[in-house]
């Protein structure tokens, strides 16, 4: 990729002078990417807003000709969890105080590899830290994720400090493989995994592996990443309301695109009221324990499918987990689980009814090769619940 024509430090991170919304269609090739960083330093100094998309219909979601909202200066657009589309509005300051955070923690700009998709703000926001670093982002090509294609973009990353931003899934893909890719993991300074839970066996495996990784909890609301291992990044205020989490600060976006209803919902008076579960510890740092949504009412009863998951995944032979509630005519819902084991594993059902208790474990655990995924690297929970659904007895 080549160095974007426009200067690399932002010279206006204020509102946009124009009002346009720019649609840029990444393909999967070199010159989108590098179209997509030209436009994104553009939308920094003030030129028209950028609209990143692969789906023509999300495009079309977001209503490309009429005008942006005013401040913006790119939107990310998401089916979001529901399958709803929205686009989340973020502002040149919203953009550059999350880089600039991101690189006061880790240890100063450096060079970034893109190993994520641009469309979403985790890869979008690798194009941004290395626009304000100065410096030239290497890139990930082919299709998919393989771990020799990673250890190529990342010989061709000069200089250092080195960091690059995966989502879980990737980062097991380097450790199962370890080869070239793993090798290659090792050299990066930081590597920031985010978009999804970073298990504490990942975290394990990692360590053990001499790869530095830095788990990561934010969303495109909060221009990425906003809280690393638990601390947020200088600037941002985390509150957690009941147990809801509550974010404040210059990285928030400043509404949807044309939903003035839902900005409403969730902006109010600076702050941001995520859709998340979460606790302050005594020490100050924000421990996440799952999306709201995630209860499961199983006779009358409350229980968090993210805590049994994590109890799931701490059992040995589990490499993951995603657990449901399926409509269940004595129970309102069944709790079930599917799994993906990695070798040998005990009673599943009988680890989570010691550690947490009968109304918690799964009436059912199936078995997958690996748990579909939506986005840049989310579990897509409507799919396992689908196909547990269409399960006998589901």
């Keep these: 990729m080549t160095r974007s024509s426009r200067s690399a430090t932002p010279t206006s991170r204020t509102s946009p002078i124009t009002t346009e919304l720019r649609p840029v269609h990444l393909d999967g090739s070199p010159t989108a990417l590098t179209t997509l960083q030209d436009a994104v330093a553009a939308a920094l100094d003030g030129g028209p807003a950028v609209l990143p ?61 893109l190993a994520t998709p641009a469309q979403y703000i985790g890869g979008l926001q690798v194009l941004v830290r290395s626009l304000l670093a100065g ?99 200088d600037g941002v205020r985390v509150d957690v309301d009941g147990d ?67 109890c799931l995944c701490a059992q040995p032979g589990v490499r993951d987990a995603c657990v449901v509630g399926v409509p269940d005519p004595e129970w309102g819902e069944a709790v079930v689980a599917l799994v993906v084991p990695e070798g040998a594993h005990g009673d599943l059902r009988a680890a989570v009814r010691a550690a947490l208790g009968p109304t918690s474990t799964p009436k059912r655990v199936e078995f997958t090769g690996a748990l579909p995924l939506r986005g840049p690297g989310k579990i897509d929970r409507a799919a396992v619940k689908a196909r547990l659904r269409a399960e006998p007895g589901g």
């Design 53 to 113: 998309f692969t789906d023509p219909a999300l495009r079309d979601a977001m209503a490309p000709d009429e005008p942006a909202e005013p401040g913006t200066a790119v939107v990310i657009a998401t089916s979001g969890s529901t399958g709803a589309p929205k686009g989340v509005l973020l502002s040149a300051r919203a953009l550059t105080a999350s880089a600039e955070a991101t690189h006061a923690r880790l240890g100063g700009p450096g060079h970034w590899l």
């Design 135 to 233: 410096t030239t982002p290497a890139l990930l090509t082919g299709s998919g994720f393989r771990p020799d294609d990673f250890a190529a973009a990342a010989a061709t990353l000069g200089g250092s400090p080195r960091y690059t931003a995966l989502v879980p899934t990737q980062l097991v893909r380097l450790l199962d493989d370890g080869g070239a890719g793993l090798a290659a993991a090792k050299t990066f300074d930081a590597i920031v995994v985010g978009a999804a839970a970073t298990s504490p066996a990942l975290r394990e495996r990692a360590a053990d592996a001499r790869v530095r990784i830095v788990p990561a909890y934010g969303m495109s609301e909060t221009a990425s990443g906003c809280v690393y291992d638990g601390v947020p990044l």
């Design 244 to 310: 809801r989490i509550r974010i404040a600060g210059d990285v928030l976006a400043h509404g949807y695109r044309l939903r003035p209803d839902l900005t409403a919902e969730s902006f109010s008076d600076g702050w941001f009221t995520t859709s998340d579960r979460g606790v302050r510890h005594a020490d100050g740092r924000i421990e996440v324990l799952g999306r709201a949504d995630d209860m499961i009412n199983t006779g009358g009863v409350k229980v968090s499918a993210t805590a049994i998951e994590r």
